[in-house]
């Protein structure tokens, strides 16, 4: 059974930074992409980040270059530093899994976690 777990959500001022972990288990994920997405209130879910799990290559939305960074910490997590938090940020951050390249729609997700709140304070 496939598992993913978020973690790190939590309370910010803006500007500030968080660093949200993904738990990846109940398969090998060496031929999967693994996602960010994250869900404001009254909004529609969107792409933050995604990367490979093998070779590691990654992709951003626009709205996060330079300020976010995803990176596989070892074989089963996979992590997304955000720094310079703003309060329009605030939203549930989801990570989600699926075969081969990284794409922005969420439908290609074929696994999700349980999402982390992240609530960034004016």
């Known amino acids: 059974q496939v598992q993913l777990v978020e973690s790190g959500g939590g309370l910010v001022q803006a500007g500030g930074s968080l660093r949200l972990s993904c738990a990846a288990s109940?398969?090998?994920?060496?031929?999967?992409?693994m996602g960010w997405f994250r869900q404001a209130p009254g909004k529609e879910r969107e792409f933050v980040a995604g990367?490979?799990?093998?070779?590691?290559?990654t992709y951003y939305a626009d709205s996060v270059k330079g300020r976010f960074t995803i990176s596989r910490d070892n074989a089963a997590t996979v992590s997304l530093q955000m720094n310079s938090l703003k309060p329009e940020e605030t939203a549930v951050y989801y990570c989600?899994?699926?075969?081969?390249?990284?794409?922005?729609?969420?439908?290609?997700?074929?696994?999700w976690g349980q999402g982390t709140q992240v609530t960034v304070s004016s």
């Open positions: 989600a899994a699926k075969r081969y390249g990284i794409t922005y729609r969420q439908n290609d997700y074929e696994y």
């Open positions: 990367i490979t799990w093998s070779p590691g290559y």
């Open positions: 109940g398969r090998t994920f060496s031929s999967y992409a």
